[in-house]
């Protein structure tokens, strides 16, 4: 099959595409680096003329909440109609565990938004709900710093390797099209802050992390299962202490 990866030269896309490919499929990445842009629809047509399944993996380059918002509605908005008037069979789009149990935040009332958006085309779609990446959990204690402290509230966390959402994600687009939602999730569940601790440890970071309830995550409280999936849910192989292992260094 033809599929058209919507943010192939992403985080995610960019490990997608050559897994495709290794499928037997003709895996084609799209962005603005090929002159794709979503926001605006310029070669949206073109991207996805001919193509099965489009797979959509972008982000907003904004996180303030109007933003991200307009980024969400008017992108999907757009990658829809280019997909209906080219007749692409299967729409698979990224999302994330926990959309719906956090309004409060504007980045997931955003992603709730443009899931919303897809339940209500006429192309049949898949949306795979995934855990925070592994590769993102040095931004999370950067933003949760204050001098020299980190805050995270020690709720249950269920953090993935990028590389199984990505392996989760080919799976799917390559299968039969579920109207539904799916959730994928690292093997292991932790405490927020004990996770953090461990990955600042690794990184030889001179912080310390301190358990608080009240702290916020996304603009937003955590209840005790806000960002892990509910049973059953599709687990990653690769385990957070082997993936630390595998990183460089830093001491910052």
Request: a negative charge; proline letters at 6%; aromatic letters at 6%.
């Amino acid at each position: 099959m033809k599929i058209v990866v919507i943010g192939g030269s992403g985080l995610i896309g960019s490990k997608l595409v050559p897994k495709l490919r290794a499928q037997g499929h003709d895996a084609v990445a799209a962005s603005l680096n090929s002159g794709v842009n979503t926001l605006t629809g310029e070669g949206l047509a073109e991207a996805v003329e001919g193509a099965s399944v489009v797979v959509d993996v972008t982000n907003s380059p904004s996180f303030e909440d109007s933003a991200v918002l307009q980024f969400f509605e008017t992108s999907t908005r757009n990658l829809l109609d280019a997909e209906a008037s080219a007749g692409v069979g299967h729409h698979v789009a990224l999302s994330i565990v926990g959309t719906e149990r956090l309004p409060d935040s504007g980045y997931l009332s955003a992603k709730v938004a443009q899931e919303k958006l897809i339940k209500g085309s006429s192309i049949l779609y898949s949306i795979v709900h995934a855990t925070q990446f592994f590769e993102f959990v040095a931004r999370i204690a950067d933003e949760a710093t204050t001098g020299d402290t980190v805050h995270l509230p020690p709720v249950l966390f269920q953090p993935m390797a990028a590389d199984d959402v990505a392996a989760a994600l080919a799976t799917v687009a390559a299968g039969a099209p579920i109207n539904g939602t799916i959730e994928v999730a690292g093997p292991d569940q932790f405490r927020f802050d004990d996770l953090i601790r461990q990955a600042l440890h690794a990184r030889h970071a001179p912080r310390e992390v301190v358990a608080d309830p009240h702290a916020p995550y996304s603009g937003t409280a955590l209840a005790e299962r806000s960002l892990v999936p509910d049973d059953p849910a599709t687990l990653g192989a690769t385990r957070f202490e082997k993936w630390l292992d595998d990183q460089p260094a830093t001491g910052k």
